[in-house]
């Protein structure tokens, strides 16, 4: 897996955070929000820059921006930090190229199995039909 270090290159915002906290919700923005400028990256390349838009394509916005927040923890600074790991493994996934599947051969056992259920089926409905050549 690429691992790659995004952290120089996004941007932070902050807000209130809704949910438990008490006062401290109220007063304290500890919700924070990342954004990623794929396209003028230092760190991509353009066919990784092109994966990232086409795998990632639901985190980023009409401005190009990959954006990814938190509001999970009760501080600023542990939100900042879930930001930047779930950003690098996001961006991390989406550089994964699946390995393309090689059909398999079906095996002799399997092709024998195969021929005799079909036997079996053949014979079953040979012997639903009637007994011809008794006709007067």
């Known amino acids: 897996m690429t691992q790659i270090d995004l952290q120089k290159e996004i941007k932070f915002k902050t807000a209130r955070s809704g949910g438990k906290g008490g006062q401290n ?15 003028s990256s230092n ?6 820059k092109e994966l990232i838009n086409r795998k990632l394509s639901r985190y980023i916005n009409q ?3 990959l954006m990814v927040k938190s509001q999970t923890a009760r501080s600023q600074l542990e939100n900042k ?8 493994r996001l961006v ?3 550089l994964i ?7 398999g051969k079906p095996t002799e056992a399997s092709r024998q199995k195969r021929l005799e259920a079909k036997k079996k089926k053949g014979q079953l409905k040979e012997t639903r039909k009637g007994i ?5």
Do not use: C, H, W
């Open 43 to 48: 760190l991509l390349n353009a066919a990784q």
């Open 92 to 94: 991390s996934q989406s």
């Open 132 to 136: 011809r050549g008794t006709e007067e």
């Open 25 to 39: 919700v109220n007063k304290v923005e500890t919700m924070v929000e990342g954004y990623f400028e794929v396209e």
């Open 63 to 65: 401005d190009g921006l």
């Open 97 to 103: 190229i699946p390995k393309k599947r090689i059909a």
């Open 81 to 88: 930090e879930l930001v930047i790991k779930k950003m690098n």
